[in-house]
């Protein structure tokens, strides 16, 4: 097994699927996974009060304008 194997592949999957066990476990009703953070996280707009789910994406002018890489949705 090769070092990116056992030491980021491994731990990430592992990780989570620790993470979706504890929402069953939880009753969550929805879990939104993404790449990155990034794909997310970069909208000033968006209300800090407010939940991130599967409508929250980062806003791709915005990141042109910071010139930050934005996942296209």
Do not use: H
């Not at 990116?4 to 929402?23: D, R």
Request: hydrophobic fraction near 40%; aromatic fraction near 8%; proline fraction near 4%.
């Amino acid at each position: 097994m090769g070092y990116f194997q056992a030491e980021v592949i491994e731990p990430a999957v592992g990780g989570t699927l620790n993470v979706l066990k504890a929402c069953v476990e939880a009753k969550v009703k929805r879990v939104v996974f993404v790449s990155s953070g990034t794909a997310v996280s970069m909208n000033p707009s968006w209300p800090k009060d407010q939940v991130m789910d599967e409508t929250c994406w980062s806003d791709k002018d915005y990141c042109r304008s910071i010139q930050v890489v934005c996942i296209e949705k």
